[in-house]
């Protein structure tokens, strides 16, 4: 039990262009979700929470503009990367809280963004 | 808020020995401290956590420690294997006060040599 599906698990976009990211809980209903972001060789660095039926909350220093965050259902929640530049190329990581029964957040494995 | 500080930053230890890292925390209001592993390209995967009412606790080959006063808490592996080669990143929440979002360290890069 308690396991997070994203997709893609990579991507690769020209410049400019926007990519979705989806994050879903596939055995467990979890209202709140986490996108972080993680450069190679470096801890994992929250961007938002994503909170189901709200808006999302960020992270200090975190464009929302940019990052769009939708959680329109218990199990799902998407990250959209608009406009993208080469520097948003890293790995994004979500996790999802199990809130009905362990309370434990469980991670997805990851979508590996490549902006050329 | 909270800052989490994570050492040794890597550590190679030699098949079958015990592997320590050990986290700082900043938050006296911190009550939740998971470990997670994370392997090449894959996300991190929960392998023992430890709440702020509890002292030690084990699973099989893993123990976590807590010291409050201190705010200090360290993952203990023994009897290492290949497969314990991963990254290990601590973390420390505050739980439902604080959204549930979690802190991480550094990470430390262990490597178990056969």
């Known amino acids: 039990g308690a396991v997070v599906s994203q997709h893609p698990s990579w991507v690769i976009c020209k410049s400019g262009t926007s990519v979705k990211i989806e994050c879903r809980s596939l055995d467990f209903q979890a209202t709140t979700m986490f996108w972080y972001r993680q450069f190679p060789k470096q801890s994992l660095m929250l961007m938002a929470t994503s909170n189901e039926g709200s808006k999302a909350t960020y992270e200090q220093g975190v464009e929302k503009d940019k990052f769009l965050i939708n959680h329109a259902s218990l199990t799902l929640s998407t990250l959209t990367v608009t406009s993208a530049h080469p520097e948003d190329s890293s790995f994004y990581i979500c996790?999802?809280?199990?809130?009905?029964?362990?309370?434990?957040?469980?991670f997805g494995p990851g979508t590996r963004l490549t902006v050329t | 808020g909270e800052n989490v500080e994570q050492h040794p930053s890597t550590l190679s230890v030699q098949e079958g020995d015990s592997a320590v890292i050990k986290c700082t925390y900043s938050d006296s209001a911190s009550n939740y401290f998971p470990w997670y592993k994370q392997e090449l390209g894959k996300g991190p995967q929960l392998i023992i956590d430890?709440?702020?009412?509890?002292g030690e606790k084990k699973d099989q080959r893993i123990a976590v420690t807590l010291n409050k006063t201190a705010k200090h808490f360290s993952l203990h592996i023994t009897e290492t294997q290949p497969e314990d080669s991963a990254v290990y990143f601590c973390?420390?929440?505050?739980?439902?006060?604080?959204?549930?979002?979690?802190?991480f360290g550094g990470g430390t890069r262990v490597l178990v040599k056969p």
């Open positions: 430890i709440r702020s009412n509890v």
């Open positions: 973390a420390a929440s505050r739980g439902s006060s604080a959204g549930n979002k979690l802190t």
């Open positions: 996790s999802a809280r199990d809130w009905e029964r362990t309370h434990e957040q469980y």
